[in-house]
């Protein structure tokens, strides 16, 4: 089944998906003038006020910060790229990978680009209410069942440090590999005394990691 059969589009603009498809390695080998990154970002904001919208309804007492932290857990790249690999969208992907000297890490992250690009595409082609549809059938049903597709350890640390009066900070101890692909081994302080290790392909991911033992270790929540 063909990309505008699976998800019933239909269309006289199949250079637009095509488009939403084509990653900045494919273009460069294969000397085209376009990639997915204009519609990532209007996809990327599209998709920001849908679920915005959605949880603005759901939880009507909830504050701003609360429903911040909400979106951010669906929105993210993990889940987009969760959301992805369940609706196939990676068997439309054109990637250079050999070429670029892409890591299999980031090609993942790329499967996150064409979710968003995707949804860029549609929303030109299709319009608001069929992406908005598009969005209720995709990832509304994560919301209403409490997925966690990514938690903010360090801002819980934070939070934690702050009403505490302590003072966490993050050490990096090691970082090894080749430049476009590296592991940061990363220490989480507070007030000085080692409390967690983490690591990670990058300064961020390594302190959440580390952040995730330490709220282990204290029995924090996180939510």
């Not at 509304?140 to 966690?148: C, E």
């Not at 290790?197 to 990058?202: A, M």
Request: hydrophobic share 40%; with cysteine.
């Amino acid at each position: 089944m063909n990309l505008y059969e699976k998800f019933g589009i239909k269309t006289d603009n199949k250079v637009l998906y095509d488009t939403a498809f084509t990653h900045g390695s494919y273009s460069t080998k294969h000397d085209l003038k376009y990639n997915y990154e204009r519609l990532e970002f209007l996809g990327d904001s599209v998709l920001s006020v849908i679920v915005s919208e959605y949880l603005y309804e759901k939880y009507p007492h909830y504050e701003e910060g609360k429903l911040t932290k909400l979106r951010a857990n669906y929105v993210c790249q993990f889940a987009l790229i969760y959301y992805s690999h369940e609706l196939g969208l990676d068997k439309y992907l054109k990637v250079a990978a050999k070429e670029s000297n892409l890591t299999k890490n980031e090609i993942l992250s790329i499967t996150a680009d064409i979710f968003e690009s995707f949804l860029g595409a549609m929303f030109l082609d299709q319009g608001w209410y069929f992406v908005k549809r598009f969005v209720s059938n995709s990832i509304f049903k994560f919301i209403d069942a409490n997925v966690i597709f990514f938690a903010d350890y360090k801002s819980a640390m934070k939070e934690y440090g702050d009403a505490k009066d302590l003072e966490v900070s993050y050490k990096i101890l090691k970082e090894c590999g080749v430049p476009h692909n590296k592991t940061f081994i990363t220490a989480i302080l507070i007030d000085g005394e080692e409390m967690g290790v983490g690591k990670g392909k990058n300064k961020k991911e390594a302190e959440q990691a580390a952040a995730k033992v330490a709220i282990e270790k204290l029995n924090i929540k996180v939510f």
